[in-house]
């Protein structure tokens, strides 16, 4: 298992930008699939990005596609987060999370089997 900590949220204005970082241990960072998800109160955890393990590919779930941008970089063990055109209802907590497989590509946090702890991202109109 690959220990995940995240960091770069925050209290934003709509239409601001944040980038969040997530750091990981270990020398394996590059055998994993890496993603993003947000869970907003009362609602489901959900699938926001992942990127391959090299970082050439990205996926990207319809509602951030075009506004935020995940990438790697396997030299620091960090995947990153670029939200950009941010919306209140972008407001949630955000996790970073690796996938050891290629079922990672579902996109269901079953297939993650390391999380960080949360970052809080406030998007204010």
């Known amino acids: 298992q690959v220990q995940l900590v995240e960091s770069g949220g925050g209290l934003v204005q709509a239409g601001d930008s944040l980038r969040l970082s997530c750091a990981a241990s270990?020398?394996?960072?590059?055998?994993?699939?890496m993603g993003w998800f947000r869970q907003a109160p009362g609602k489901e955890r959900e699938f926001l990005a992942i990127?391959?393990?090299?970082?050439?590919?990205?996926e990207y779930v319809d509602s951030v596609k075009g506004r935020f941008t995940i990438s790697r970089d396997n030299a620091k063990n960090t995947v990153y987060l670029q939200m950009n055109s941010l919306k209140p209802e972008d407001t949630a907590v955000y996790y970073c999370?690796?996938?050891?497989?290629?079922?990672?590509?579902?996109?269901?946090?079953?297939?993650?089997?390391?999380w960080g702890q949360g970052t809080q991202v406030t998007v204010s109109s």
């Open positions: 990127v391959s393990r090299s970082g050439g590919s990205t």
């Open positions: 999370a690796a996938a050891k497989t290629d079922y990672g590509y579902n996109g269901r946090p079953e297939d993650f089997g390391s």
């Open positions: 270990g020398r394996t960072f590059t055998t994993y699939l």
